[in-house]
């Protein structure tokens, strides 16, 4: 009865249209603030490690996120904090926006964000 002609003739709604699938590729990741990515290259380099991998246990973040994160992916809060708590003197002011004044002197000369110092500027 429910498989039925008049059962189907009855049938207040039509069926479901099946969903189209997405496109395979993903679309490009946009970073949200300008040169975080090349401030995180400079911020694992400038504690000697050379790939991402090594950096990324030592933050104790997933490879791939981090990873992510150097190729322009939005640096999230939790990773940001993990970051300033292993390294003393970092700031989340200079992981989001580049600006150094926050930052120890010691962190500064390693990261490469002071002038030389003597140099003046007329």
Do not use: H
């Amino acid at each position: 009865m429910l498989n039925s002609a008049e059962s189907l003739a009855d049938a207040p709604f039509a069926a479901m249209a099946k969903k189209v699938g997405r496109p395979a590729t993903k679309p490009e990741q946009k970073e949200e603030l300008p040169g975080q990515s090349e401030r995180l290259i400079r911020l694992r380099k400038a504690y000697g490690y050379e790939t991402t991998t090594a950096f990324a246990k030592f933050l104790d973040i997933a490879i791939t996120t981090y990873s992510g994160f150097e190729n322009g992916a939005p640096l999230s809060r939790q990773a940001a904090f993990k970051i300033v708590r292993k390294i003393p003197g970092m700031t989340l002011d200079w992981l989001y926006f580049g600006k150094p004044d926050g930052l120890p002197l010691d962190v500064a000369r390693r990261l490469g964000v002071l002038e030389t110092l003597g140099k003046r500027k007329s």
